[in-house]
Each structure stands twice: as structure tokens, then as C-alpha cells.
């Protein structure tokens, strides 16, 4: 998968959320949310759409997701993990569990960890 810049994961949330949708709506929702013209949405629609991480349905550009968000998810957090901390979950977790966490956030990664496990 290629690598989704920020502009195109914030227009996936859009259609992830909503999907099927039209590329009228997802300029429409772009416009309220980011200030974006249509001509900007289309255009990141028509990249992502090159991407292979979205199709285009005929009648009324009604737009699907090819890939889900859990698996954008995964691969970036892959190479976020592969990128700052070569590789290493363990560096990774230690760093996420050094901040701030409310007791039931600490419980819930106990909980996953434990499943895991």
C-alpha cells in the first residue's frame, strides 16, 4: 500500500465513516470541515483513487473504500514504529506508556496486552 498523506487520510475518514458516498458530499463535508474548495477534494479524490485505496461507482461518483481504515492503521503504524524507534515495539510501547494515562486507559492496555499474551 502506498503511503496516504494527511490530507488523504482526513478525506478517508470522511468516506470511511460514511461509505458508499457520493464526491458531492465528500466536498460538501471537505468544504465545512477542512475549508476546502471542490476542485482540492476531487483532486485528492482522484489520487486516491490512483492509490487503489478508493473506487469510483457509476452513476454519481459514489465513492468505496479498497482498503479499511484498521489497515491503514497497521501500516502506518508500522512505519511510524520502523521510522522513530527502528523497528522496536517494545521502545514504542515504552515511550506511548510513558505518558499521561487516565487509570482506565492503563486497565484497557492491560486488558489487550493480557489477550495477547
Known sequence: MEKL?????????II?????ISAKEISV??????VWNKNTTYTVIKRLI????LRRDE?????????????????ETNTL????F???????????????LSSDEVEALKA???KKG
Open 50 to 53: 490512483e492509490k487503489a485505496v
Open 81 to 84: 514504529i520502523e521510522k522513530l
Open 112 to 114: 489487550l496486552i493480557e
Open 59 to 75: 452513476p454519481g461518483f459514489i465513492c468505496s473504500s479498497i482498503i479499511k481504515r484498521d489497515a491503514v492503521r497497521k501500516a
Open 29 to 34: 463535508i471537505a468544504a465545512e470541515q477542512f
Open 5 to 13: 498523506f494527511d490530507a488523504e487520510l482526513r478525506l478517508m475518514d
Open 16 to 20: 470511511w465513516e460514511r461509505e458508499p
Open 86 to 100: 527502528g523497528g522496536s515495539k517494545k521502545a514504542f510501547f515504552a515511550t506511548f506508556a510513558d505518558a499521561e
